[in-house]
């Protein structure tokens, strides 16, 4: 596997007991494809702290790469601080910075508002312990006034001090190709690597993806939905789409994939296995 073609893999923390088995389980075999770290997610507001934390720090245990996703929004400071340490205590090394959302019913946005605060912060605060990840939307933040202000919000994290960019997910070859060269054009000059949802459940997709604004193309929506409730076609035209387009992205210089495995090992294995990553 060359550099260039290096991969990650996403996880968000179990709710139970259960849950935490499997994921170990799932763990184990896509750490057998040697990604180069392991993400976990942070839930709105630190709604999964703990989750995350126990996560990372088992990860990391079991002597893999750990990138814990830290979320501003509904935070303070002196909390940020405190989780910062618990991680360079731990010997990690990476953080996804991320503004987050507010959960429902909470009203105080917290002291740091947007991600490139949090970016400044981490920086301020820690030096260059971190490589820091943001992340970024090549068809727009669903809450961005408009393109340009959201491309000018990913650069106002760049110039905070990220070391790189990972994407929402999409299926649409030249946003991502678009919105590369949009960055080039304002001077940034990160690695951006392309987010990757392997496709399983159409229905689940389709309701995900109509919630974070990542477009589904029309063609894409009219075929998965030709195969009504077989879920076995579902599922080989959606890993025959993901492939191929992982493909275009890699021959189109992408730094490399992330791959958001949903806490399942099949799908993103079946992905690795066939662009020959592992």
């Known amino acids: 596997m060359t550099p260039q073609h290096a991969f990650s893999i996403e996880f968000f923390p179990p709710q139970t007991i259960e849950g935490a088995d499997k994921l170990r389980a799932t763990r184990a075999k896509l750490a057998e494809l040697t990604p180069e770290f392991f993400s976990v997610t942070f839930g709105a507001g630190g709604s999964t702290q703990e989750r995350t934390f126990e996560t990372v720090f088992e990860i990391q245990r079991e002597g893999l790469q750990a990138a814990p996703h830290l979320s501003c929004i509904g935070s303070t400071r002196p909390q940020i601080r405190e989780i910062l340490q618990r991680y360079k205590d731990a ?11 507010l959960p429902s019913g909470v009203g105080d946005p ?113 075929k998965f939905e030709s195969y009504g409730d077989d879920g076995d076609s579902i599922k080989a035209f959606g890993l025959e789409v993901v492939t191929h387009l992982c493909e275009q992205l890699l ?19 079946e992905l690795v296995r066939r662009l020959g990553l592992a």
């Open 91 to 101: 010997g990690i090394r990476r953080i996804i910075a991320l503004r987050g959302d």
């Open 110 to 222: 917290g002291e740091l508002r947007y991600a490139n605060e949090l970016v400044a912060f981490i920086r301020a605060e820690t030096g260059d312990h971190f490589h820091i990840e943001v992340a970024a939307y090549p068809e727009y933040h669903p809450q961005a006034k408009s393109p340009r202000d959201d491309l000018l919000a990913f650069k106002r994290k760049v110039d905070a001090g990220a070391n790189s960019a990972i994407t929402q997910y999409f299926y649409n070859l030249d946003a991502f190709l678009h919105f590369r060269d949009e960055c080039t054009a304002q001077g940034i000059s990160i690695p951006i690597v392309p987010g990757i949802m392997p496709i399983v459940s159409f229905s689940k997709l389709a309701r995900f993806s109509d919630a974070c604004g990542a477009e589904i193309p029309r063609w894409m929506r009219r």
């Open 251 to 269: 021959k189109a210089g992408a730094p490399g994939l992330h791959f958001y495995s949903m806490n399942q090992a099949g799908p993103t294995t």
